[in-house]
C-alpha cells in the first residue's frame, strides 16, 4: 500500500484491496454567497419585447396569407394581373388592420417577444384591476415605517 490508503493488508477482508477514488463525492466549491448582495440586481425586471421583432413577425404573417391567396389563385388558373390585384388589395387590407396588435391563440415558447408583450399587458391589466400607481415602487411601504422608525428612535435619543 501506498501513503497509507486502503487496508493494511487485504487478507481476511474478502476484497482484492484495490483502492479506487470515491467519484461520488462532491467536492466544496468556491467560498462564495448563494445569493448576490446587492438587493438591487436581484430586484425583478420586466423583460421588454423588441419592436422589430414583433413587426417583423406581423409583416410574416402577412405575407404569409397573401402567399396563400397567391397559390390558390395560380391553382385556379387566374391570369397574373388579376392575382397581382388580389394579392395588393388583401396585403393592404391586412397592414391596415394592424391596428388591432392583440395576439391570438395560445404562445409558443420560442415566441419570447410576444410573451414578453403579453406579460406586459397581463400585468397592466392586473395593476389597474388592483388599484396599483404607475409609479409604485415595491417594498416602498417598508422603507417608509423604517424611515418613521428611525425618525422615532432619533427624537427618543435627543430627548
Not at 81 to 110: C, F, M, Y
Amino acid at each position: 500500500m501506498s501513503s497509507n490508503v486502503g487496508l493494511t493488508t487485504p487478507r481476511g477482508s474478502g476484497t482484492s484491496g484495490y483502492v479506487q477514488r470515491n467519484l461520488s463525492h462532491l467536492r466544496p466549491r468556491d467560498a462564495f454567497a448563494p445569493y448576490p448582495k446587492d438587493f438591487e440586481s436581484i430586484k425583478h425586471r420586466q423583460r421588454k419585447p423588441d419592436q422589430e421583432i414583433l413587426n417583423h413577425d406581423r409583416l410574416r404573417e402577412i405575407e404569409v396569407q397573401v402567399f396563400d391567396l397567391r397559390d390558390k389563385l395560380e391553382d385556379d388558373g387566374v391570369d397574373e394581373e388579376e392575382i397581382e390585384d388580389q394579392t395588393n388589395a388583401l396585403r393592404k387590407k391586412l397592414t391596415a388592420d394592424t391596428s388591432n396588435d392583440k395576439v391570438s391563440g395560445k404562445l409558443k415558447p420560442h415566441q419570447v417577444h410576444e410573451l414578453a408583450r403579453a406579460k406586459i399587458e397581463e400585468s397592466e391589466k392586473l395593476r389597474k384591476a388592483l388599484g396599483i400607481r404607475e409609479d409604485y415602487e415595491e417594498g416602498s411601504h417598508w422603507k417608509k415605517q423604517e424611515e418613521r422608525m428611525r425618525d422615532g428612535v432619533g427624537e427618543e435619543k435627543r430627548a
